[in-house]
């Protein structure tokens, strides 16, 4: 899987998010108490931007800004209606200073 570099490790600091464009993708990537996780930029429910919504990093969880499922970011599936279906996740590290992403 090619590796994306994102941005430095400084510029997402805990409880940061950044939204970045990767081969046409949209995603999500989330600063969480130290740990780095992405998601797509889009409901799973109506297509909302997803990202967008309120992050909540001591839940690890992001609200769809558009009619209020709250997703796990670790996991990608919802933990409140309306959204029912998961979300696709892309890992994420952090190496030498910089934060990776792998899209496929
Ligand atoms: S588009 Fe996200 S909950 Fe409807």
């Given amino acids: 899987m090619p590796d994306h570099t994102i941005c430095t490790i400084e510029e ?3 409880g940061a ?3 970045v464009e990767v081969d046409g ?4 990537v989330f600063n969480c108490g130290g740990e780095f996780l992405a ?5 799973s429910h109506d ?3 997803l990202a967008e919504g309120e992050f909540d ?3 690890c ?3 769809c800004p558009r009619h209020g499922s709250l997703f796990d970011l670790k996991s990608g599936r919802p933990k409140t209606l309306p959204a029912f279906a998961p979300v696709e996740t892309f890992p994420v590290r952090a190496e030498d200073g910089q934060i990776k992403l ?3």
């Fill in 12 to 14: 997402l600091p805990e």
């Fill in 17 to 19: 998010k950044k939204i």
């Fill in 25 to 28: 993708i949209e995603i999500g």
């Fill in 39 to 43: 998601i797509e930029d889009r409901c």
């Fill in 47 to 49: 297509d909302g931007p």
């Fill in 57 to 59: 990093p001591a839940a």
């Fill in 61 to 63: 969880t992001v609200e």
């Fill in 102 to 104: 792998e899209v496929d």
